[in-house]
């Protein structure tokens, strides 16, 4: 049987509803990111979360930074507000160490090293995998911590309009227009939209920052289409470009920004129980400063993937995946830059069975960076069924980390002769269902040779050592007709030699927590969050005058269903007006209000 063919045809129409917002996980919910194939969420050796765009509606998140918190083994650090950068840390690892993907395409800049999470349009989105530990062993450099992969709208059955319309505090607002529809062998996906907020000043008084207004805009476009051929070829190509203008406090004070995704594939089956993949994808980050709208630079980063994929079906329980992944990355900038491109190509295979109770994942690959040579990485899991609802995990996975462009060349602040980074986890997994939801507890810890940070003068440089442990919690259930959904993380991600042995990493708080409750009274839906994290500090030294305290956000919505095809929506943010700081001396949104009318024919 062509076993991948038929699971991969089956999920371009059907998106069950889970996540972290949702009470209940389908049994038949397909992920693709953690092993690279096709399997039932439930299946997954590695610790997984899934967001479908109903989770994403029901939350009524304006940003993808919104979808992200609170999600388990994540804490997320801003600059300032809607917009403006910020700084995503899995399981206490560093932020450039996320691989971000859309649509299956590496993206980020080469520059920076990181994703703008900020200026991906949340309403582009149609459902998120979010894959803890490492993954090198299958995406090569930057997933040390863990990947992230956004898939944008993708949908079949009768072409359906939709439209929505936000407003709310600070002059935001948020308009999308799409529509969607296909049928079993084409479908073709349309969404257009722009938000704007009038922002907040960015930095507090005490830094000396104007005292101003940093405001944001955000025009995005995206297109998802495809077709089945009837000899079983399925081509699909999708582009998604978003162009994003921003104001904060600071030498620049401007930017005018581009994230641009382009991306195709081919899947065939060139004999039974082979089926083969063809991918080839361009991302784009560019980005220009001004100061008082004078041209100051430009960093314009692209990142060019090809990929072939194999995955042969051995049997109903075994399938043997093997490919090539070609990437390079290249810098056009104003800043002159010792090297500004680099090639990377790599091989890479992996084993899954299922015996008996028992279940099995190991993979290996072998990256050639063109500056930093070959390396090697390779994942072990393992799963046993302890019962019909409860089974056992453990795993171990080995990682690197390219230094980006700016590490190396960035004058008067790279470091040439910087050395890739390295790790090593185990994680020891627990999880199960009960008959009104399931639960998960996950531990690890993480050792990294040559993490990059920073000395005195902030200049990069390799820590010898680090060690990142920690412990991850999550529940889903239902208590008399209310939806329960809770994650807790504890992390302890220290330095462990050097001038700062010992320290924290910064940024990263060591406790958070989120707790969400909804239910249904008709058509009437309301729901609460409760999210809090833990103090931190700014600096790698943890300076006394660099803490920042832990703090707690209670946010309330509410949702009315007029009739079939019109939804009304609204959200308390900080419902106690707290003020605080996830980066040292930039400002967070204070008590805030937005209201959606949603059109959404079913």
């Not at 045809?9 to 972290?20: R, T, V």
């Not at 082979?274 to 001004?290: H, K």
């Not at 969050?529 to 919505?557: I, T």
Request: a neutral charge; aromatic letters at 10%; charged letters at 20%.
């Amino acid at each position: 049987m062509q076993i991948k063919s038929i699971i991969f045809a089956a999920a371009l129409c059907a998106a069950p509803s889970i996540g972290h917002a949702a009470a209940h996980e389908s049994l038949g919910e397909v992920v693709v990111t953690a092993t690279r194939t096709a399997q039932a969420a439930d299946a997954s050796l590695a610790s997984v979360t899934v967001i479908t765009r109903e989770d994403i509606d029901r939350l009524q998140a304006q940003s993808l930074p919104d979808v992200l918190r609170g999600v388990a083994g994540l804490t997320i650090s801003n600059n300032g507000g809607a917009g403006k950068s910020n700084s995503v840390f899995m399981r206490g690892t560093n932020a450039d160490h996320v691989l971000v993907l859309v649509d299956g395409i590496k993206i980020g800049s080469a520059t920076l090293g990181t994703a703008s999470f900020q200026d991906i349009p949340v309403e582009q989105i149609e459902r998120i995998e979010i894959v803890r530990g490492p993954r090198a062993s299958l995406y090569g450099s930057e997933a040390i911590g863990g990947v992230i992969q956004i898939f944008t709208r993708k949908s079949c059955g009768t072409p359906t309009p939709s439209a929505s319309f936000t407003a709310g505090s600070y002059g935001t607002y948020n308009t999308a227009l799409g529509l969607s529809g296909g049928g079993k062998q084409g479908w073709l996906n349309f969404k257009l939209n722009q938000q704007n907020t009038g922002g907040f000043n960015a930095k507090s008084n005490a830094t000396g920052a104007d005292l101003d207004k940093d405001g944001y805009h955000n025009s995005s476009l995206g297109l998802n289409g495809g077709y089945s051929f009837e000899n079983g070829v399925i081509a699909d190509a999708h582009a998604l470009r978003a162009n994003s203008k921003n104001q904060y406090d600071g030498n620049p004070n401007e930017s005018k920004g581009v994230q641009q995704v382009l991306g195709g594939s081919l899947k065939f089956a060139p004999m039974q129980a082979w089926n083969t993949t063809l991918r080839a994808g361009s991302s784009q980050d560019y980005l220009n400063n001004f100061l008082n709208g004078v041209f100051k630079s430009r960093f314009n980063t692209q990142r060019d993937t090809l990929t072939w994929q194999n995955d042969f079906a051995l049997n109903a329980d075994d399938i043997f995946t093997a490919g090539m992944d070609y990437q390079n990355d290249r810098v056009d900038s104003t800043t002159l830059y010792t090297k500004s491109s680099r090639s990377n190509n790599a091989v890479f295979g992996q084993y899954q069975g299922v015996f008996g109770r028992s279940s099995v994942q190991a993979s290996a690959r072998r990256d050639n960076n063109q500056q930093f040579g070959v390396h090697i990485t390779s994942g072990l899991g393992y799963g046993y069924a302890l019962s019909d609802s409860t089974r056992l995990t453990a795993s171990y996975g080995t990682a690197f980390k390219a230094p980006t462009f700016n590490q190396l060349y960035y004058p008067g602040f790279g470091l040439a002769t910087l050395r890739p980074e390295l790790s090593r986890s185990v994680e020891l997994g627990l999880a199960g269902r009960v008959e009104s939801g399931k639960w998960s507890v996950n531990a690890y810890q993480t050792d990294i040779t040559d993490l990059i940070g920073f000395d005195a003068a902030f200049n990069p440089v390799n820590i010898n050592t680090a060690r990142l442990t920690g412990v991850e919690g999550q529940m889903k259930t239902q208590l008399s007709d209310w939806d329960v959904a809770t994650t807790l993380t504890w992390q302890d991600p220290r330095q462990t030699s050097g001038a700062n042995s010992g320290k924290l990493l910064n940024r990263r708080a060591r406790e958070a927590m989120r707790v969400e409750i909804a239910r249904q009274f008709g058509e009437v839906r309301v729901a609460s969050s409760l999210y809090g994290e833990g103090r931190r500090y700014d600096d790698l030294a943890n300076s006394p005058g660099k803490q920042m305290g832990g703090y707690g956000l209670l946010d309330v919505r509410a949702e009315y269903r007029v009739n079939k095809v019109w939804l009304v929506q609204g959200r308390l943010d900080n419902l106690l007006d707290k003020q605080y700081e996830t980066a040292q001396y930039f400002n967070q949104a204070r008590r805030s209000v937005y209201l959606t009318l949603n059109y959404q024919p079913r």
